[in-house]
Structures are given as C-alpha cells and as structure tokens.
C-alpha cells in the first residue's frame, strides 16, 4: 500500500514541473521573436547577429540565404522591416528544439519603395549552451484570411483512447489493455489499490468484468505532457458471479511517452444516488 501511495504521489508531482516548465519555454520563445522583429525594424545587426545561428536561413519570395547575407541586407537597408504586426503566434516545442509560426502583416521597405504583405513566418530555434539560436526563418505570403492551425487536439485524443479502453476492458483484450497500462501504473477500487500486473489478472480471470461502461460526462485538462480525463459513468460490471451496477466518477491519468499516452492511474470514486 505504501508503494502505491508513493506511486501516485510522483505522478501527482510529475503533472506540474513538465507543464510549468514548457509553458515557460514557450514564453521565452515568444518574447524571442518579438524581440527580433524590433531589432530587425531598428537594423540591430549586433543582436541579430548573436540570435541568428552560424548556420541559419532565411528563406524569401525573392530568394534563400545565409546568416551574413541576412545581416547585410538589414544593415544597408536592401530590406528594411519596418514595422511587423503580429496577429497569431503558435509555438511547439520539441526537446531542444521550438517551431514558431506567426501571422503577420509586414510593412517592408524595399527598393525604395514601402510594401505591406501578409505572411505566415516559421521560425526554428535551436538551444545551444543555454541560449535560443534562430536556425531558421522562412516568409511564406499568405491571404489575409489566413489563420494558423491550432496545436493538435490532445484532449480528443485522451477522450478516444478512454473510450477505446473501456471496450477493451469489456472484451477483456489484455493485450491491448498491456500496452495502454503504464507499467508503474495504479488502480484505485472500493475493494483495494494494485498494480498493472494484478489488474490485467483480474480482469484476464474475469474476478471482475467490466461488461458496460456507459459514459454520461467526459472532461480533460492536458497539463504540459499529463492529461487527467474525469468521466462520470454508469458501470455494469459481474464480481464474484453477480452482476452490479454502479454510478462513478472516474479519474484517470494519462502521461505522454515516445508519442502516444499510457493510463498511468485510474480510481473509481462512487457517487451517491442523484449526485451531478
């Protein structure tokens, strides 16, 4: 029981420091960019030049180029980027790596004469030594009806992987259910707490078969790489031969590993009659 206590105890620690940790990464990436565009509005080819990576590319509508090339075309003025209102910005973050795309309309001088076009601009930066370095920056001329696609949908993700597991556990496919179940995972019942190994045994065995989850109410709050998914639920289940019916609320938690989600808890807590 200790073990168990621990366990959940760690993922319940474990939900907090990813989330605030990214959050704040993607704050700095953003404030990053903003900063870049002043600097390139006030010419500063000395900060740009420490942002920018050795290796960078800028990519145009005119053309493609280096990172010293850039530097000379905002330093004589070939491209002056005067003012870049930003409408829409998405960042991602991957590892060492973040993507930021913003929509903006830019008001450029350029061959002596003053432009305003629409982009989506992609931003790559790359961290090296505790500092964010711009890998890459390329304009793609976009309508101005244009609109950024939102980060992918994790909250439908978790509420179709819910959904699945109670089917699974319903046609008692453990093999499935294996590779669902996080291996330090917990299951919380009104009859005790175990351990992946002792849940997929019992419901292997049938001790307890969850023939019907019928699903009323479904909530997720994704927190950085931890998704806590609530569904209130209607439990046809057989235990011990009689078959019982019962009203929970179920809490389940999931955490992103190479990709996908496991079921790293999952606690039955069951309400009363009329309970909302």
Same mark, same amino acid.
Not at 44 to 62: E, G, I, P, R
Not at 201 to 229: C, F, P, Q, R
Not at 231 to 251: D, S, W
């Given at each position: ?97 973040? +993507?930021?795309? !913003?929509?903006?309309? =830019? ?7 003053? $432009?305003?076009?629409?982009?989506? *601009? %992609? ?98 709050? +994704?927190?950085? !790489?931890?998704?806590? =998914? ?7 289940? $057989?235990?011990?031969?009689?078959? *019982? %019916? ?31």
């Amino acid at each position: 029981m200790k073990k168990i206590a621990i366990s959940l105890f760690l993922i319940l620690i474990g939900i907090q420091f990813p989330y605030a940790q990214e959050m704040a990464i993607e704050k700095e990436i953003k404030e990053l960019s903003k900063a870049k565009w002043q600097w390139m509005s006030e010419k500063n080819v000395d900060k740009l030049a420490t942002l920018f990576h050795d290796k960078s590319k800028f990519v145009h509508m005119s053309g493609t180029w280096n990172k010293d090339r850039e530097l000379e075309i905002i330093e004589s003025g070939s491209i002056w980027y005067k003012q870049a209102d930003v409408h829409d910005v998405v960042v991602e973050i991957f590892d060492n790596t973040a +993507v930021l795309w !913003n929509r903006i309309t =830019l008001i450029a001088h350029v061959r002596g004469d003053d $432009v305003s076009n629409e982009f989506t *601009v %992609t931003e790559i930066y790359k961290k090296e030594e505790n500092n964010w370095k711009l890998l890459d920056l390329t304009f793609s001329k976009v309508r101005d009806t244009h609109k950024i696609a939102a980060k992918a949908n994790p909250e439908k993700r978790i509420i179709e992987l819910s959904k699945q597991k109670w089917k699974w556990m319903s046609d008692k496919n453990v093999e499935k259910l294996e590779g669902l179940f996080h291996k330090n995972s917990v299951f919380v019942h009104m009859g005790g707490s175990w351990g992946k190994e002792r849940e997929i045994d019992i419901i292997k065995g049938g001790m307890i078969h969850y023939k019907k989850a019928d699903i009323h109410e479904v909530s997720v709050n +994704v927190i950085g !790489n931890t998704a806590i =998914l609530l569904n209130k639920i209607t439990l046809l289940a $057989v235990v011990g031969g009689n078959e *019982v %019916t019962n009203p929970f609320m179920v809490t389940e938690v999931y955490k992103k590993e190479n990709g996908d989600y496991k079921l790293a808890s999952l606690s039955f807590t069951k309400l009363l009659e009329g309970d909302k």
